[in-house]
């Protein structure tokens, strides 16, 4: 409830205020929904689901995401069409701030509280790092390599996508439902495979598909060529619940939340330098941009799949690997 109110709040002063200081202002609110509610929706998915369970869990949570995703953009081109930016902007932001509400109320309805105790929380953060076991600091090292393979030209795609070779806003909007209607449809045959066998490859894949969406976006130069490149983005999806999944198995069992939190606060803290080492790649040209985020992309796959421990799903008949437990 806490963490929907926070994103309403900056809904609400992008709505009120259409100034870009705004913007600045109210993004710090709705863009961190998703990270800081993360650890609790995890670890209610830990809580409510047995061990072979929990990768087509976190798959179905994926998947309803993903819905909304893939309509999203073509609701918000067809509003910039129609209305202009500025209006047709805040016009989605008000849907979104409705939408909100209504979550919010069917959250409080659906979710029954969690009144048993699960191990005491720690209120430092840094303490819980000493119980991040070998398996999951190798995955972490890999997870961050390959977020920078991600983050170096997220927000430069639309430039090049748009700016660069001419797709309209319509378009960019159809091309992000292709990447999210891939996802939607690989979402719950690969948490069926992976509940049923090792999670290692699954999210090796996943990695690759990272790592190969910025070469093939420098090289599509037309549409179909981006279409083709929107579906290897929506493959990076491949493996994802997978790998949210193994850390969940991997985290300890009283401190699955905390240790979500802590294991995306140091990963997204050393990406968001990435973010901003983008800007700076993409003003020599987008070349160097596309191409050190492949490379950074490339070394994370190669050191998951040489450090990365596997672990057995207990449907196949074994126990987790030593390390893992």
């Given at each position: 409830?806490?963490?929907?109110?926070?994103?309403?709040?900056?809904?609400?002063?992008?709505?009120t205020f259409p100034y870009w200081q705004a913007v600045l202002v109210g993004?710090?609110?709705?863009?961190?929904w998703s990270a800081i509610s993360l650890p609790a929706t995890m670890s209610l998915v830990s809580r409510v689901l047995p061990p072979d369970k929990r990768t087509m869990g976190v798959s179905l949570h994926s998947l309803v995401r993903r819905l909304p995703m893939a309509l999203g953009p073509i609701i918000g081109g067809v509003l910039i069409g129609i209305y202009g930016e500025k209006t047709g902007v805040r016009l989605a932001f008000v849907g979104a701030f409705i939408l909100g509400i209504v979550s919010l109320l069917l959250q409080q309805v659906?979710?029954?509280?969690?009144?048993?105790?699960?191990?005491?929380?720690?209120?430092?953060?840094?303490?819980?790092?000493?119980?991040?076991?070998?398996?999951?600091?190798?995955?972490?090292?890999?997870?961050?390599?390959?977020?920078?393979?991600?983050?170096?030209?997220?927000a430069f795609v639309v430039v090049w996508c748009i700016k660069d070779n001419g797709i309209t806003a319509t378009e960019f909007g159809i091309l992000t439902a292709i990447e999210m209607t891939t996802a939607l449809l690989i979402y719950l045959p690969v948490a069926y495979m992976a509940d049923r066998s090792t999670k290692k490859p699954f999210v090796v894949i996943t990695f690759f598909n990272f790592t190969l969406f910025p070469l093939v976006i420098f090289f599509a130069h037309s549409f179909w060529m981006m279409v083709v490149a929107f579906i290897i983005?929506?493959?990076?999806?491949?493996?994802?619940?997978?790998r949210k999944a193994l850390i969940m198995d991997l985290a300890p069992e009283d401190k699955k939340a905390g240790m979500f939190g802590l294991y995306y606060l140091i990963r997204d803290i050393i990406v968001s330098i990435g973010a901003f080492g983008g800007a700076f790649l993409w003003q020599i040209s987008p070349q160097v941009n596309f191409f050190t985020a492949f490379a950074c992309g490339l070394i994370g796959t190669i050191y998951f799949w040489?450090?990365?421990?596997?672990?057995?799903?207990?449907v196949s008949g074994n126990q987790f690997n030593s390390e893992s437990k």
């Open positions: 409830m806490v963490f929907n109110l926070i994103a309403l709040f900056g809904y609400a002063i992008v709505i993004a710090i609110f709705f863009l961190s659906m979710i029954e509280d969690d009144k048993g105790v699960r191990g005491k929380a720690e209120k430092r953060p840094s303490r819980l790092w000493r119980f991040m076991n070998p398996s999951l600091r190798n995955l972490l090292v890999s997870d961050i390599l390959i977020r920078f393979a991600e983050q170096i030209p997220y983005r929506g493959l990076k999806e491949f493996g994802e619940p997978t040489i450090f990365g421990k596997d672990l057995i799903s207990p």
